[in-house]
């Protein structure tokens, strides 16, 4: 072990393979505890944040969290090189029902115990308990991946500062009335005993659903009329059939009362245009305001009575008559079979049905009649649509807005309450008497008549409800600090398109109504990682791939480079395994490449570097120039993974395969002194200078190889805070052109060899035949390179014209014929000779 003048020991010798293990955990501890990932409150440089989405709790690092974190990463390292004061915000979110639902089992298993049986402050505690103990799992993850977050500032949703940013918007929120109390249906979980969002409800195709039909008796008995549905059990709590009020078939009943067949009530028909499709089924639809949606709106359009079935486990409650305590779902043939019974079933069809699944638990989800917390959301969406139609908030990629606009315009109020433990309990508190009292301090008494009998509201909020307030909260808000002045608002709000509406739109809900900025002028939203095949990964097909695995085989560096190359704008990622291993050995050939530049860079001061002496020099200085610059462009546009492909192309294409192997005669060979030095400073500059480019991608292996690179005096103790490439006058077009030329001709020439299958260490004699004279002076200059590279006996620079070797296998570009010389002719005739002798023909 060596050890370099910033003090930390240098790991692996240059001489062996790079072995990611032994480099990547120790810069990952080095960097931070030198302080370089914080980010100043008060800065002359001018602000760069992003705030990372917060995992869950109980999360595990998985694929999509290591492209974030890359995407993330790369952008905060890029911008921080560039001279901002680049802060990445990193925390945790509690994740109300995971968590809750986590520790629970863990509660049954280990004690044959549920939260009940706890009690709600010892199973909080618990809760608390394990998250000291596994909280901190998914940082310990982001931190090995190299991700550079400001871990000083670290946030849970659940912390002081959170729960105080949450009960301010909340009471705000009240008070401004924008958040009310109200009794609505609500999508209910039965398995989880919570009301939903309509965002947590995941809709269910079902091509064939079953229409069932039977008959409502006319309760003066003159007749009966038949209704058609796909849930037969909720007539329990029918308080009407509706009809059209055109259909001839049924004009003259309405008005009229039918008689319930299995229950002791009688319920009107009525006429209702906007809910009966008179071509669905057979015209006539049975209403069920407390446990379907439409039936609600017809109920209250209709003022009809609002008759709950259902227990909140889902199973009937007394209003069920004699099917009292049957679960929902094995009701629906009791029902059918009393119905039969009664001689009222009139068959069936199939239909189509969306059915609606709780997204977390998959149990089928019951529209209930129920008392729930809402946030008005129109009022709150509307600037949202008007800061994104000006401009200031913009997406990428743009078709994003779109879907946004689609959303926000059909928006539903949103409910927020939750009837869950573990979370932010409701700061709402209820007298005797049913008053409310929002308050963001416990208060002492109704503030209506001055009870001091109060008890809290005992659900949550939902978890988004605190996530959403996360770009300014995590900043101090809802007191006006410093660093909220400084990175407030965001600069890029980065995350997977699944949250959309979940989660960024209600950022720029709530941020736009707290602050009155936009909390993020940008939004960039990446694409999903599958399997190299292109499905979606899930534990159910098996085909799940962990990132600290690949990790572990390839390194954080080669996994972060491929996910950056492939995060394409608004394409899946298909992920490969072979792919990674090929950044692997990307790595690897930084490191020999690096060796080889080491091996002859005696003499050479960094300070003074030596100008280049041949177009091999003034070329790779050119092209790193303008690598460095499209780079810089692609970061810009957010085009990470042309970037990535960029740095790739040029360290490999260009440095690695050319411009090494064309300095082997300048730095070995018998060349001027000066030549030596021009071709040694070219290439440690271009190096370097690519390590930098390549830095906020492949954090690691970058550090280790710069560290052992001679550097000017005053330079930066690490490459992650050293200067990104800047703008320079090192194009230089002449020197491209030629090299363009001459490479463009040396790979005609091996593909040449490839087309006869000639082994590739066989030399073999090349006959160029040059456009003009201008060409002929290039190759002639170029020749000794030419030779070597293309692994030629003998190469033969033509006259301009001359006549080709017959026979012989050729490829064109458009300043030169390269030819392979044919077997038998051990020589063509002289050009001038031949050029007579042919030149008629
Ligand atoms: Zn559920
Ligand atoms: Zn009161």
Redesign the pocket.
């Known amino acids: 072990m060596a050890a370099t003048e910033t003090g930390i020991a240098v790991g692996p010798e240059l001489d062996k393979p790079y072995e990611p293990s032994q480099v990547e955990p120790r810069w990952a501890r080095e960097w931070e505890q030198r302080g370089y990932f914080h980010a100043q409150d008060v800065s002359d440089r001018p602000p760069y944040c992003i705030v990372l989405p917060p995992p869950n709790v109980t999360g595990s690092l998985h694929l999509g969290h290591a492209l974030t974190a890359t995407i993330e990463d790369a952008l905060t390292r890029w911008k921080r090189m560039s001279g901002f004061n680049a802060l990445w915000q990193p925390g945790i979110d509690h994740a109300g029902i995971a968590t809750q639902l986590v520790v629970e089992r863990e509660l049954l298993r280990t004690e044959r115990k549920s939260r009940h049986d706890l009690g709600r402050a010892e199973f909080i505690r618990r809760v608390w308990q394990w998250k000291d103990q596994y909280g901190s799992r998914i940082a310990q993850q982001h931190r090995a991946l190299g991700a550079s977050l400001d871990w000083e500032r670290e946030r849970f949703t659940m912390d002081e500062h959170s729960s105080r940013a949450v009960r301010e918007a909340f009471v705000r929120l009240y008070q401004e009335g924008l958040l009310y109390r109200s009794e609505r249906l609500i999508h209910w979980?039965v398995?989880?005993r919570t009301a939903l969002s309509d965002l947590e409800v995941e809709h269910e195709e079902h091509a064939q659903a079953e229409l069932y039909k039977f008959a409502y008796p006319l309760a003066d008995g003159s007749g009966e009329i038949v209704v058609a549905t796909t849930r037969p059990e909720t007539m329990l709590g029918d308080t009407a059939v509706a009809v059209h009020p055109d259909d001839p078939r049924y004009k003259a009943m309405i008005g009229k009362l039918v008689k319930h067949p299995l229950l002791d009530r009688t319920i009107p028909i009525i006429a209702d245009a906007e809910l009966v499709d008179p071509k669905f089924g057979t015209g006539a639809v049975k209403v069920t305001p407390a446990h379907s949606f439409e039936d609600f709106e017809a109920g209250k359009r209709n003022r009809l009575p609002m008759i709950n079935i259902l227990n909140l486990d889902g199973t009937l409650n007394e209003n069920a008559g004699r099917f009292k305590g049957q679960d929902r779902i094995a009701a629906r043939p009791a029902i059918k079979a009393a119905l039969k019974e009664l001689g009222l079933e009139r068959g069936s069809e199939m239909h189509h049905l969306a059915l609606g699944r709780?997204q977390?638990?998959e149990?089928v989800v019951e529209p209930l009649l129920s008392k729930q917390w809402f946030v008005k959301t129109k009022p709150l969406a509307d600037p949202v649509i008007e800061a994104v139609e000006a401009g200031r908030i913009r997406f990428v990629p743009e078709q994003w807005k779109a879907e946004l606009f689609r959303w926000l315009r059909n928006i539903h109020d949103w409910c927020v309450s939750r009837q869950l433990w573990w979370g932010h309990q409701i700061p709402a508190w209820y007298c005797e008497y049913g008053h409310v009292t929002v308050a963001r301090e416990t208060p002492r008494e109704c503030e209506t008549c001055h009870s001091g009998r109060l008890t809290q509201d005992p659900d949550v909020l939902d978890t988004w409800f605190s996530s959403g307030l996360w770009p300014f909260s995590t900043l101090g808000w809802p007191d006006d600090t410093p660093a909220l002045r400084t990175f407030y608002p965001n600069s890029v709000m980065e995350t997977g398109f699944d949250i959309l509406f979940f989660w960024v739109a209600r950022m720029a809900m709530l941020g736009l109504h707290f602050t009155g900025e936009v909390p993020f002028r940008v939004v960039f939203l990446h694409a999903m990682v599958r399997d190299k095949h292109g499905e979606k990964m899930s534990k159910t097909r098996g085909n799940v791939i962990d990132p600290l695995d690949l990790t572990a085989k390839y390194g954080a560096d080669a996994l972060r480079f491929t996910l950056a190359s492939m995060a394409g704008q608004g394409r899946d990622i298909k992920l490969d395994e072979k792919r990674i291993e090929g950044y692997r050995a990307f790595a690897n050939k930084i490191w020999n490449a690096a060796r080889f530049v080491l091996r002859s860079a005696d003499g050479y001061d960094p300070d003074r570097p030596a100008p280049p002496a041949s177009v091999y020099d003034r070329w790779i200085l050119s092209r790193f120039q303008r690598c460095a610059d499209e780079t810089r462009q692609a970061m810009e546009e957010l085009r990470l993974n042309d970037a990535a492909n960029g740095i790739y192309r040029f360290v490999w294409g260009e440095l690695c395969d050319w411009a090494i192997e064309l300095s082997k005669p300048a730095l070995y060979g018998d060349r001027s002194p000066a030549e030596r030095a021009g071709t040694q400073a070219a290439l440690l500059q271009s190096l370097e200078g690519a390590l930098r480019l390549l830095h906020p991608f492949m954090p690691f292996v970058t550090e280790e190889v710069w560290q052992r690179l001679p550097k000017r005096s005053f330079h930066a103790p690490s490459i992650m805070i050293e200067r990104y490439p800047a703008p320079d006058s090192l194009l230089d077009p002449r020197a491209e052109a030629e090299m363009d030329a001459l490479v463009r001709a040396i790979d005609g020439a091996r593909s040449l060899r490839g087309e006869v299958n000639l082994p590739p260490n066989q030399a073999v004699p090349l006959v160029l035949v040059p456009r003009d004279g201008a060409a002929q002076r290039l190759f002639e200059a170029h020749r000794q390179a030419f030779s070597r590279l293309a692994n030629a006996s003998e190469v033969q620079v033509l006259a301009p014209g001359a006549p080709r070797p017959r026979q012989a296998a050729a490829h064109v570009e458009p300043e030169v014929e390269v030819h392979r010389r044919p077997k038998w002719s051990r020589r063509t005739a002289p050009a001038r000779q031949s050029w007579k002798r042919n030149g008629t023909s």
Do not use: F, L
């Open positions: 979980c398995k989880d709780c977390r638990c149990g």
